[in-house]
């Protein structure tokens, strides 16, 4: 991948991968290898964009495509790391934002199920009803139905109210 | 006041540290050291394959009273499985701090080097194993009734052996020492193909990648 290629058409829309990546890891280690793959993904597939929707679109799309993929992979591979033996004190070192909020709002997001996440993710950054569902592959007639179960089951998560 | 989760998002993501990128720099790190390691994993069962392939010929070979042939060709198979777990230990010696590139250009290097050696090393194993295996079970206890059968219907006979048959098998002994290194390589890449074609596809990536 040319530096150029990264620098122009991936590093201004790092943020999108960094919070859709973000949303789909529980470490550090995994949220590098997912943004390192999206950014393989993006440069392997830049041949494949047609223009017919915005570059960042297709990013979101490839981003959510991507991480969808390597959870359910991660899902299916019996992981040996042993992590649900990490002390406390290590994990809270691992946190993602120094934001005390946001932290907790994306270890609510973690909670829900692949799709939901993606469909939340895309609502926080002001997409229209019309663009998730592009995005997503979904009808837009649901979405906002959709939107609103999940800001409920959401704020129960952060309310601590269901696991 | 209790921040909804739209106002949380916003505001988090104002904090400078919440969007800083990972260095793409390594993108194959990880990928290369699982791709040697699922390598090495199949070489352990394969070198375990010949251990216990080989023993339970060494068994066979003692029940059918061909001890001499069968203890023969189990210290020749356990002497390649020694061999082999040398390979294995050179392997786990490849520097695992060097580019991702370089790791799998040595790693590709090893297998090359590696196969090249097996393939000198069938030159003789491959023959000595035929030759063993033939005259191990011409010369077997249970094999004896068949001896003598042939002994009474024809004289071309060398050293008790059927002469025509003996030669067909020397010449298949020969071609296989000839063709040792296309035989081994053929093997190589029935067992490890998936592992060789994947090493082949990051390898072009990479190099890619590097344009």
Known sequence: MSSDFYSASILPYAPIIIKICRAY???????????????LQIWKSRHNFQGQSEWSTWVYRLSLNVSM???????????????????????????????????????????LSEVDRGIILLYLEEKSYQEIADIMGTNPNHI???????KERLK???DGKIN | MEKSIETTWKQGFLKSDALIAPKVNDIY???SIHLIEKFEKMFKINIWGIIIGSSLLFIGAVLAGALVAGSLMLVMMLYVAYTAYQELKSLEKLDKGQSSYAF????????????????????FVYPALILLFYFGIWYSDIFSPMREKVAESTSD?????????????????????????VIHKEDVRAIYGKILDKLDHALAEMEELQR
């Open chain 1, 25 to 39: 890891t529980d470490t550090q280690e995994d949220f590098e290898d997912y943004y390192q793959e999206v950014c």
């Open chain 1, 156 to 158: 129960k998560l952060l």
């Open chain 2, 29 to 31: 790190n990880r990928k």
């Open chain 2, 157 to 181: 006979l060398i050293f008790g052996l059927h002469t025509y048959t003996t030669l067909a098998i020397f010449i298949g002994a020969g071609i296989m020492s000839a063709f040792s290194k």
């Open chain 1, 144 to 150: 906002g139905v959709k939107i609103k179960r999940i």
């Open chain 2, 104 to 123: 799998l250009k040595s790693f590709k290097e090893w297998i090359d080097r590696s196969t090249e050696r097996y393939g000198n090393m069938y030159r």
């Open chain 1, 69 to 111: 993929t390597l959870l359910k992979k991660k899902k299916n591979t019996p992981q040996h790391t042993g992590s649900e033996f990490i002390p406390e004190e290590l994990s809270e070192d691992s946190k993602a934002f120094s934001d005390e909020s946001l932290e907790q709002l994306f270890q609510a997001i973690r909670k």
